[in-house]
Every structure is written in structure tokens, then in C-alpha cells.
């Protein structure tokens, strides 16, 4: 796949997330696809079940991609995850970076860093 092609798929990834369309996600990443965490690995079944649970938490959570790049078969961009609490009620905003690989036009591997501390921080979870 082209650099554009590879850009567009992660871009109709991002469309997907907002319309909470888990199968549809699913379909775009290899049965074998690993997102590689800071301190572990996912799995497309423990990412598609994640996913579940922070929406479930966010039931209005918006996904906005920033700044794609890519080269070869990599995709970087920033993004911006926004929603309320559905317990607590408190409205937070998180940033995330992540690179994926694509393969065969699918998503085959990703590394991602996510906020959490921010968001721990925005919830009263922990301290400022």
C-alpha cells in the first residue's frame, strides 16, 4: 500500500472508534495483531475488550487524530481522547501517541504511549 493509503486506513480507524464499531475495528487489524504497551502487550481481543470498558466509562468519548506521519509501512499520530466520567461525571481529555504497522493493508502491530497520569490527575485520582 501506498504512504496515502496507509494514512487513510488509520484515519477510517480513527472513524470507527467513533462510531464505537468494535467488529468493524476488528476487521482492520490481522487476527495475530499486538499492541505493544509500555509495560505489557495486547492482544486484538484484549484491545477490542479495553476499548468496550472505556466506552462503557465514556459513553460520549471523542477520538481526534493530530499530526499523521508516515513512511513505509508505519503510521504515527498524535491523539486526543475527550468524554465524561459516567460515574463521577467529571469531564477529562487525554493525549496519546501511536505508531502502527500496517501489513497487507491491515493493521499487523502498534505501539502506543497513553497519559494515564493526567488523567488519574483530572479524576482526583491522584494529586497534581
Do not use: C
Not at 15 to 39: G, Q, Y
Amino acid at each position: 500500500m501506498s504512504i496515502e493509503e496507509n494514512k487513510a486506513l488509520v484515519r477510517h480507524f480513527s472513524e470507527l472508534i467513533n462510531k464505537h464499531d468494535f467488529n468493524a475495528i476488528s476487521d482492520l487489524m490481522v487476527p495475530e495483531f499486538v499492541a505493544h504497551r509500555t509495560t505489557y502487550d495486547m492482544s486484538r481481543d484484549d484491545w477490542e475488550e479495553e476499548g468496550k470498558m472505556l466506552f462503557a466509562t465514556y459513553p460520549d468519548l471523542e477520538h481526534i487524530q493530530e499530526h499523521i506521519v508516515a513512511e513505509g509501512d508505519k503510521v504515527a499520530w498524535r491523539e486526543i481522547y475527550r468524554g465524561t466520567h459516567s460515574r463521577m461525571g467529571k469531564k477529562v481529555e487525554w493525549i496519546n501517541t501511536y505508531i502502527v504497522r500496517i501489513a497487507n493493508g491491515k493493521l499487523s502491530e502498534a505501539w502506543g504511549t497513553i497519559d494515564s497520569l493526567n488523567l488519574m490527575q483530572q479524576l482526583d485520582v491522584v494529586p497534581e
